[in-house]
């Protein structure tokens, strides 16, 4: 049974930096495409950047383009999300899938919580 656990979320001060760490356990996912969404309250869950598991090619929404990486270690089976020049529109509840057959998100971890003070 594939589980994705999220950590490395925080309280930042604007401007600031985090890194999101997904571990996968369970299964490799090396072969899958992984992407992180976010959710803020009141709001639906949007999505943030995917990373593909071929070639390691990566999208971003246009909100945090250019200051948003996403990476991935094989090895490791995680998926990293390094957030830089944090804005308080960022304050969410992180979570990272796998893109499974179909093209649908799965394999949803818990979250973990980033709040950006202004």
């Known amino acids: 049974q594939v589980q994705l656990v999220e950590s490395g979320g925080g309280l930042v001060q604007a401007g600031g930096s985090l890194r999101l760490s997904c571990a996968a356990s369970g299964r490799t996912m090396s072969t899958y495409t992984m992407a992180w969404f976010r959710q803020a309250p009141g709001k639906e869950r949007e999505f943030v950047a995917r990373v593909s598991g071929s070639f390691g090619s990566t999208y971003y929404a246009d909100s945090v383009k250019g200051r948003f990486t996403i990476s991935r270690d094989n090895a490791e089976n995680t998926v990293y999300l390094q957030m830089n020049d944090l804005k308080p529109e960022d304050t969410a509840l992180y979570y990272c899938?796998?893109?499974?057959?179909?093209?649908?998100?799965?394999?949803w971890g818990q979250g973990t919580q980033v709040t950006v003070s202004s």
């Open positions: 899938a796998a893109v499974l057959q179909g093209g649908k998100y799965g394999y």
